[in-house]
């Protein structure tokens, strides 16, 4: 398995992603290739004890980053000698088998929707994160690529959304939902309504396991295993979630640690709480793999350490492995709105 990875994306750039790509090479016995500043990069791998040998762990020297300032959607274009354009090159020439990036989101959806291209046939490649809930976790997609989707859109989300969930997840027939502010058929903007007809189709046709519209509510509570939506709603859905566990967390801790008898409970509960927190963890989740597209890319979290890194570099791995693009090729001719006579 060969990874490339965007040594200069992110906000500890770039220790830990060289520091967990090191990890991950020698934990998974990958081929490695750090894309970025040759100087800084040598530096951090002196620090981890290793270096670039051109076999094991390569480095391919750009000039330029790009950062958070930069225009999402000519970043790419403009800055063609930075980590992140010649690390998708590579990626698209077959020069890796994935990449790795905690570099801008929309700078890396754009670059990677011209330089790696999508899948034919699928219109928009989505952002499909696991957002903890009831269960094994909830497929979330889009969360934030697309902020204004057609009813053909949210049909090729539910199928993409479905292999992850089938190989990735190991979900029999996963239950597929759209997210709504209600569950009946006629709620929801005209795009919405014109989706569930789609999915509802699709569903009675036995291709996708389509269980109707879902509140937001129910999703966290484990009704379903893949939830779409448009990229607006689905990041703020995102953003709520994380924020909501982040604050929960929070407030255990403080309950916990009030008194003596809290502190002999904390003990008690040390095993779960700990469970707990690792699956709202960066480090731990990894990254959001972007669907639609020809090869697989990793947006590893703009904060990534070097756990998240590592990661995230684990995730790349088991999607290659899994063929989850293979099946969306072989199914992308059935993802059509059937036009009405």
Not at 88 to 111: H, K, P, Q, Y
Not at 283 to 296: A, D, P, R
Request: proline share 2%.
């Amino acid at each position: 398995m060969r990874i490339i990875v965007d040594a200069m994306g992110g906000d500890n750039a770039p220790g830990a992603a060289v520091q967990g790509a090191v990890d991950a090479a020698k934990e998974f016995g990958i081929e490695l290739t750090l894309v970025g500043d040759p100087a800084a990069i040598g530096r951090c791998l002196g620090e981890c004890g290793s270096e670039a040998d051109g076999e094991r762990i390569k480095l391919v020297p750009t000039t330029e980053v790009i950062t958070m300032e930069d225009d999402p959607t000519t970043a790419v274009r403009l800055k063609r000698d930075s980590s992140m354009a010649v690390g998708l090159r590579m990626l698209a020439n077959g020069e890796g088998d994935a990449f790795v990036s905690a570099g801008s989101t929309g700078a890396l959806l754009g670059g990677a929707t011209v330089t790696v291209r999508r899948v034919r046939g699928i219109r928009r490649a989505a952002l499909a994160p696991v957002v903890p809930s009831a269960g094994k976790g909830i497929l979330l997609i889009d969360c934030g690529a697309n902020v204004e989707c057609t009813s053909e859109y949210f049909l090729q989300f539910a199928y993409m959304g479905s292999f992850y969930a089938e190989r990735i997840m190991g979900i029999e027939r996963p239950r597929v939902a759209l997210l709504n502010i209600g569950v009946e058929e006629c709620k929801g903007t005209p795009e919405r309504i014109e989706a569930y007809k789609a999915l509802k189709a699709a569903g009675e046709a036995g291709r996708i396991n389509f269980i109707g519209n879902i509140e937001a509510r129910e999703a966290v509570l484990g009704g379903a295993d893949v939830l779409v939506s448009d990229g607006f709603t689905g990041n703020i859905f995102l953003k709520t979630i994380e924020g909501t566990a982040l604050f929960l967390l929070k407030e255990l801790k403080g309950a916990f640690m009030s008194s003596t008898k809290s502190k002999l409970g904390a003990l008690l509960l040390k095993d779960r709480m700990s469970e707990l927190k690792g699956r709202v963890d960066v480090s731990e989740v990894g990254g959001t793999i972007m669907l639609g597209l020809q090869k697989t890319v990793v947006k590893a979290h703009g904060s990534s350490n070097a756990r998240a890194f590592r990661s995230a570099i684990k995730q790349a791995i088991g999607f290659v492995e899994a063929d989850v693009i293979g099946e969306i090729e072989r199914h992308a001719g059935e993802m059509k709105v059937a036009k009405e006579a």
